[in-house]
Antibody
Framework: QVQLVQSGGEVKKPGASVKVSCKAS????????ISWVRQAPGQGLEWVGW????????NYEQKFQGRVTMTADTSTSTVYMELRSLTSDDTAVYYC???????????WGQGTLVTVSS | QSVLTQPPSVSAAPGQKVTISCSGS????????VAWYQQLPGTAPKLLIY???KRPSGIPDRFSGSKSGTSATLVITGLQTGDEADYYC?????????????FGGGTQLTVL
C-alpha cells in the first residue's frame, strides 16, 4: 500500500530555514511526482509546489519562488522541501501528497507542523 | 482568498442529502478536472472524488461529484455523523505558463 511518512514537527525562529522530508513506499517512486500542500491553523489548503520523482523537475507556486527548494532522492525514495526566510505566516502543517496527475493529490502524508516563533 | 469558491458551511440531519458547490473560472474548473477531498478533524485530507465524478476504491457511492462549465458539485446522500468534516475541491489552473494547483476555501459539514 502507498505510504508517505513525513519527518517530525519543527520549531524555528523568524528568518531561519526548515527542511521537511517525506519518505515514500509501496509504489515505484520514479513513476510519480509529489506535491507539497500547507494548511495554516484554522485555514484551508494551499499548494506550495511539486517535484518530479523521475527527474527532480520542480514547479513552485509563484508566491514561494526564490524561497522554496524541493528535491527528490531516488536512492531513498524521499522528497524534501526546504523553506527559507521563515516568518510567522509560515506557521502551518505541511503535507506531502503523491500526485495522480496535475489535478489530483491521490495519497497524503500525515503532515508536519512547522511553528515559526521568536 | 482562495481561487475556488465554496460555501463556508453546510448542515443537514442524519440520513439526509447535502450539496457542496465549488465555483471557479475558465482557467481552472472550466478547463480541468476537479477533485474533492475530505478532511476529518485532526487528520490529513483524503481523496474522495477525482476526474469530476470518479470514486477511488473504498469510497462509498453515497459520495458523488459532477461538473458543469466553471462549477463543480459534491453530493453526499444518506448522511452519517462520521461524515462531519471539512470538504475541499481542487484542480489545476492553467492561467500561467507552468500552471499551478488550486483549492477551494473548504466547507465545514455539520450533521445535526
Amino acid at each position: 500500500q502507498v505510504q508517505l511518512v513525513q519527518s517530525g514537527g519543527e520549531v524555528k525562529k523568524p528568518g531561519a530555514s526548515v527542511k521537511v522530508s517525506c519518505k515514500a513506499s509501496g509504489y515505484t517512486f520514479t513513476n510519480y511526482g509529489i506535491s507539497w500542500v500547507r494548511q495554516a491553523p484554522g485555514q484551508g489548503l494551499e499548494w506550495v509546489g511539486w517535484v518530479s520523482g523521475y527527474n527532480g523537475n520542480t514547479n513552485y507556486e509563484q508566491k514561494f519562488q526564490g524561497r522554496v527548494t524541493m528535491t527528490a532522492d531516488t536512492s531513498t525514495s524521499t522528497v524534501y522541501m526546504e523553506l527559507r526566510s521563515l516568518t510567522s505566516d509560515d506557521t502551518a502543517v505541511y503535507y506531502c501528497a503523491r500526485d495522480k496527475n496535475a489535478q489530483v493529490r491521490e495519497y497524503w502524508g500525515q503532515g508536519t507542523l512547522v511553528t515559526v516563533s521568536s | 482568498q482562495s481561487v475556488l469558491t465554496q460555501p463556508p458551511s453546510v448542515s443537514a440531519a442524519p440520513g439526509q442529502k447535502v450539496t457542496i458547490s465549488c465555483s471557479g473560472s475558465s482557467s481552472n474548473v472550466g478547463s480541468n478536472n476537479v477533485a474533492w477531498y475530505q478532511q476529518l478533524p485532526g487528520t490529513a485530507p483524503k481523496l474522495l472524488i477525482y476526474d469530476n465524478d470518479k470514486r477511488p476504491s473504498g469510497i462509498p457511492d453515497r459520495f458523488s461529484g459532477s461538473k458543469s462549465g466553471t462549477s463543480a458539485t459534491l453530493v453526499i446522500t444518506g448522511l452519517q455523523t462520521g461524515d462531519e468534516a471539512d470538504y475541499y475541491c481542487g484542480t489545476w489552473d492553467s492561467s500561467l505558463s507552468a500552471g499551478f494547483a488550486v483549492f477551494g476555501g473548504g466547507t465545514q459539514l455539520t450533521v445535526l
